[in-house]
């Protein structure tokens, strides 16, 4: 770069630059900030996260600055994919329960073909859930299709065919949003507690035979 060329940033002002040597991951620095990732392949981690951190920028929002129409974006991002972590993991648990071989679902991020599938193995392998609760899930979800059909809606302000995103230019109440998906979170989150005791009780089973 040329020495006598215009300066990026003013040097008066208190803002971070990069430098060289910087390190993106080290143990050092604050001990406060210090994370340990797990080190097993646990889904559960990763479907408990992004809705904790749905969640926490929720309730960032409740300041009523304008913020929270940029917080929309990631929120609903973080919602959805919360979403379709908790589907894909009640199927790979039910898959086990059937003694299948776990199914790829790293292409398929329909939220209404992973409740198809879903609906079916809870029916199967849960004790007599409500058809009311089941039709209320599979409708929330719906209506999350129908505003984010490939989970780039909130990403992009266009998707991979050229559409706008669902979310310009839409009003919502991100209050109710965030309750409605709530009270589907936790019906899914129940029903993957009830299969954890449903495979413990098999293998007690089996290890009594």
Known sequence: ????????????????????????????????????????EQW???????RMAAERLVEQTRDGTMSINWLVFPIVFLYRHFLELRLKSLIWDADALDKKPVRRLDKTHSLVELWAICRLAIEKWSDNPPTSDLDAVGDTLTQFQDMDPRSQAARYTKDTAGKPSGLLGRQLNLKTFAETVTKTG????????????????????SDGS
């Open 44 to 50: 559960e981690t990763y479907v408990a996260a992004y």
């Open 1 to 40: 770069m040329n020495d006598s060329a215009t300066p990026l940033l003013d040097d008066k002002l208190d803002i971070l630059w990069p430098q060289k040597g910087d390190a993106l991951v080290t143990p050092s620095g604050d001990g406060f900030f210090l994370v340990q990732t797990r080190s097993d």
């Open 186 to 205: 936790n019906f899914l989150d129940a029903v993957s507690d009830e299969f954890s005791r449903v495979s413990n009780a098999l293998s007690e089973l």
